[in-house]
């Protein structure tokens, strides 16, 4: 079984500022590992994924994420933010390979950008 | 490019109604995914479809069933609905069952009164 955990639900931060949103996973077999925005009253959509490979993975609209196996990690990141950013944002993961899509997500993180 | 549709955005119910739900995946995604989504909460991963065969299975209830068919649209049907079940229901699809990276609908807002 797997489970994910976001450790902040709610981030405030001004605009053009950095952000972090953290994220900690746990599996017993290795994973695939998704951040994804959700705007109000929408569906999510993909802002990166980990699959293999490097561990520094770059999505849409600027952001980030660096897979840390030791710390079983995947912060997403963006060194400056817009107010268009705000928005729900879910960590999810899922058993790579069996099903890649049946993933289990975070509880979220209500990103907020204030002017 | 064309998305993941799904009808209706919208539907109102009364308890004990039956209610269905349907998804139109991207052109040439064989793979479909269900997630629930309550009030405030993250998304429940439902039940998968790969080449119209159930590949998964997840928190459904007995009351629930689904399918895919042969031009790869899916069905939900929920049965004697509950208050319980009110919730934004998100169909999902993929290219197949492996690359992870899932497409999904706006959603299909249930309300059971």
């Known amino acids: 079984a797997q489970s994910v955990t976001q450790l902040d639900s709610q981030v405030p931060v001004f605009e053009e500022a950095p952000v972090e949103l953290r994220c900690n996973y746990s599996?017993?077999?290795?994973?695939?590992l998704f951040w994804y925005v959700q705007y109000p009253n929408q569906g999510l959509q993909l802002l990166l994924k980990y699959l293999s490979g490097s561990t520094l993975v770059k999505g849409i609209n600027g952001f980030e994420a660096e897979f840390n196996k030791s710390q079983t990690s995947f912060h997403l990141r963006k060194p400056s933010v817009h107010i268009s950013d705000t928005a729900e944002y879910f960590c999810a993961v899922s058993e790579g390979n069996t099903n890649a899509g049946k993933s289990t997500f975070g509880d979220g993180t209500t990103l907020t950008v204030k002017p | 490019a064309a998305g993941v549709i799904q009808s209706p955005r919208h539907l109102i119910k009364e308890k004990r109604e039956t209610a269905t739900l349907k998804c139109y995946p991207i052109p040439r995604h064989d793979t479909v995914y269900w997630y629930q989504q309550g009030p405030g909460q993250d998304p429940q991963f439902l039940i998968s479809f790969y080449e119209k065969m159930q590949s998964d299975k997840g928190s459904i209830p007995d009351r629930f069933s689904a399918q895919q068919f042969s031009d790869y649209h899916s069905e939900l049907n929920m049965s004697s609905l509950e208050l319980g079940d009110s919730a934004l229901y998100f169909c999902?699809?993929?290219?197949?069952?492996?690359?992870?990276?899932?497409?999904f609908g706006e959603g299909s807002r249930l309300t059971v009164l």
């Open positions: 599996s017993s077999v290795s994973v695939y």
């Open positions: 999902a699809s993929s290219l197949d069952l492996h690359t992870g990276e899932l497409f």
